[in-house]
């Protein structure tokens, strides 16, 4: 298993009433509640559910694998708490 950024797990935090912004590698901006992670058998990234515990009314589920993610933002300041560099 390969270890994922621990800036990813800080940023990612449950923060369960702010929205978090996650922009994928395929260009899909998403809004982050909280999220639940792990690693499936022989693969090498976290897997990653968002918006799922607690469930928020109204907000999407998605599933993605943290290798995709190129970018986490607040969307309230549009500081970039996470965002991944050609060297990673």
């Not at 702010?18 to 992670?37: H, K, P, S």
């Not at 599933?63 to 986490?72: A, E, H, L, R, Y």
């Amino acid at each position: 298993m390969r270890p994922w950024p621990s800036s990813l797990t800080r940023s990612s935090s449950p923060y369960f009433a702010i929205a978090t912004e996650v922009r994928l590698r395929d260009g899909q901006l998403l809004q982050v509640f909280n999220i639940a992670w792990g690693y499936d058998d022989g693969t090498e990234w976290a897997h990653m559910t968002t918006s799922i515990s607690p469930a928020i009314d109204g907000q999407a589920v998605d599933f993605f694998f943290t290798n995709d993610v190129m970018q986490i933002t607040d969307p309230g300041t549009g500081v970039q708490l996470f965002r991944l560099t050609d060297a990673e």
